[in-house]
């Protein structure tokens, strides 16, 4: 008998779909988009529609397992989980005892995204062990720093009011991969009439249909924003009434941003001086215009900067006040007014933190204590962190134990001590808000479990436990958690009562709230601040342009976008086709390179083995290696990763993923 449930998407994805799940038997059978909010409307992307392939596939964990060979080589043992927690919370006594809580570190980033599995029992856990703190900073580090610090907590316009758009700026974004949904949107605003601009160096399927695509070198974004608030201002298409009421460090801006020229910020970004005079045209005179502010332009070493930048030009042309007006960056800054944060239970104790970016480094040279357990969940840091090779090395050094909490034996996977099963979204609870589309589903389990995969609350509830730590009145299960979440916030009820009875849940200010009319910075003084003196100073000069890292021996960027069958690493496993490296027609010719050529991609960290794709659609003097690839799609077990360096953007520690520079050549 099969049946149909309510579900929700909580992957790292803006759309935040509502799912139709037929399950038969515990199984799931089919899932489809519903139509319980906007966006959605009844259809999902490939990889979620597959997703039986990745919970009943091959490569899932149903055990836990202890290494019974050398770290890698794939020898396991399968254990009880009371053997293997016991083995673990052993393990963290000991060390608590011998070099203090600080020698773990737990490692994770967004797995799902929800509420449940992102933090909840894990964070009370390693905060009342005192272990050493992670600084999430693999994504929206950078853009969450130089929105908060210019707009303070404000959402953004709604993805379902492009439709009113009459100009649609994506700026370092591939909705066609990583937001399907606003692509529909986007046409519908383009039959009414609306323009389209994209910014980025490579030929995305929107920049093929657009009126102008910017195909600017990576990291250059910078000098061409500040190059169009300039001419915003010198010729008279500021909105100094909007600037005068709204607006802190206007006079500071325009004074930072008269150092690039049209002609300057064009050359420095390989691109046309009068293309960039049409964007500032273009852009003064469209209204409604809204900028859709991607991830892909913050991932370099002005990546802060660049989006405070951007930011800023809606404010400065006056684009706020109506629908389809202003920006987006993240909506999950829309005013839910309850936190995740109040089921935790401990405060966050004042132990050393360590930049996720460079784990790497962390794990070779942290000293007092050094570190002797990294404990990784909801993150698969061998294919997703900067420097692999390092990451790699120092994950199997001897004196390090690594316990991973996954649904697939990922890269990451293979070099643990200790391997623990986990549950997948349709198996466990989730709370989860949109950072795209703003609301909020309570999705509760549809499925069996496969195996005896457990979730992040219930393993990290029973370590707890093992290691007495577990106070009276402790919120331990999800249901509890969820209760407790709702129970400290003064709409938590009236939240509550919405996901239960339309199982969806929308903020206080709406779905689609009007920046500027309906919701405003909640900055100290309600403005917004263009040159915010905290940024200011963590940037060391914000607005201050620092030059491509091009050296003669690594003259080529290399660019590292999402893939539209994996969001990041995860469902990696299900693919078959081995990674290619995409490249320009010119760079390729000069180096002798042909299409389908073996070759080697190297720099000063690594070197990647794979074919070689020639493309048009990547700019000169940039290639193309995707994010999330396995070490089984290359020829040589490394991919982007390797040639990532452990470095950080100006602002939020964010890493630099779009900030590598190599040379390529042809093997054999
Ligand atoms: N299918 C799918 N969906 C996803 C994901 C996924 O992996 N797969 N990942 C999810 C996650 S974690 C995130 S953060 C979002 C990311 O969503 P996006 O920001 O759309 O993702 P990216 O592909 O990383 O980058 C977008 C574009 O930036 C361009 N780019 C690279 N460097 C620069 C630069 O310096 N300047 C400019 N202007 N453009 C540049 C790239 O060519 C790319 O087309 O998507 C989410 N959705
Ligand atoms: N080269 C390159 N690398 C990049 C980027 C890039 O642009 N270029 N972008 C970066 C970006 S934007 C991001 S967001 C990061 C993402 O990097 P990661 O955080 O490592 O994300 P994923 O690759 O999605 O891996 C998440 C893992 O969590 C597991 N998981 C999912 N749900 C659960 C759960 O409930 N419990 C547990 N225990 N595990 C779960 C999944 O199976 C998956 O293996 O990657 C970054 N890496
Ligand atoms: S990954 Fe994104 S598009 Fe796909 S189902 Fe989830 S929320 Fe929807
Ligand atoms: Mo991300």
Known sequence: MSEHRHSACPLDCPDLCGLDVTVENGRVIEVDGDTRGPITNGFICGKVRKIADH?????????????????????????????????????????????????????????????????????????????SQLLKTFCAAATTAAARGLYGVMPGVALEDYEHSKLIVLWGVNPSATSIHLVPIIERAREQGAKLVVVDPRRTPLARRADLHLAVRPGADLPVALAVIHALFARGFADREFLAKHATGVEELAIRAARWSIADAASEAG???????????????????????????????????????????????????????????????????????????????????VNMA????????????????????NCNPVATAPDQATVVRELMRDDLFVVVHEQVMTDTARLADVVLPSTAFLEHRELRRGYGTMRMFDSPAVATPVGESRSNNQVFGALLDKLGLVKPGDAMTDDELVAKTFAASPRGGELRTELQFRGVAFPPDGARPLPFVEVFPDTADGKLHLVPEELDHEAGGLYTYRADPATQAYPLALISPALATQVSSMFGQL??????????????TARGI???????????????????????????????????????????????????????????????????????????
Not at 69 to 84: I, L, Y
Not at 86 to 94: K, V
Not at 291 to 306: K, T
Not at 360 to 377: H, I, K, S
Request: proline content about 5%; charged content about 25%.
């Open 271 to 353: 691109i046309e001086g009068r293309h960039l005079d049409k964007f500032v045209d273009l852009y003064a005179r469209s209204t409604p215009a809204t900028i859709r502010v991607g991830w892909g332009l913050e991932r370099n070493r002005n990546g802060g900067s660049a989006a405070a930048a951007i930011l800023a030009l809606p404010a400065i042309a006056g684009k706020f006040g109506v629908r389809g007006g202003g920006y987006t960056m993240s909506n999950g800054d829309a005013r839910w007014t309850v936190s995740p944060e109040t089921a935790i239970e401990e405060p966050v104790p004042s132990t050393r933190t």
């Open 594 to 668: 042909d299409d389908g050529d073996r070759v080697r991609i190297w720099n000063a960290l690594g070197e990647v083995h794979c074919r070689v794709r020639i493309s048009p659609d990547v700019r000169a003097g940039v290639c193309v290696l995707p994010k999330g690839l396995w070490r089984k799609h290359t020829d040589n077990g490394f991919t982007a990763n390797a040639l990532i360096p452990p470095t950080f953007a100006d602002l939020g520690g964010q890493a630099v993923y779009n900030d590598a520079r190599v040379e390529v050549a042809k093997l054999d």
């Open 358 to 377: 460079e784990l790497g480094n962390a794990l070779a040279t942290l000293r007092d204590p050094r570190l002797e357990m990294l404990f990784v969940y």
């Open 575 to 588: 693919r078959k086709a081995p990674a290619a490296l995409e490249m320009a027609p010119t760079d390729a």
């Open 55 to 131: 919970l009943y596939g091959d490569d899932r964990l149903k055990k836990p397992l202890v290494r019974a060979g050398a770290k890698g080589d794939g020898k396991w043992r399968e254990v009880s989980w009371d053997d293997a927690l016991g083995l673990i919370a052993d393990r963290i006594a000991t060390i608590r005892a011998k070099a203090g809580g600080e020698a773990i570190l737990p490692y994770h980033y967004g797995g799902s995204n929800g509420w449940l599995t992102e933090g909840a029992l894990a964070s009370r856990l390693f905060r009342r062990i005192g272990a």
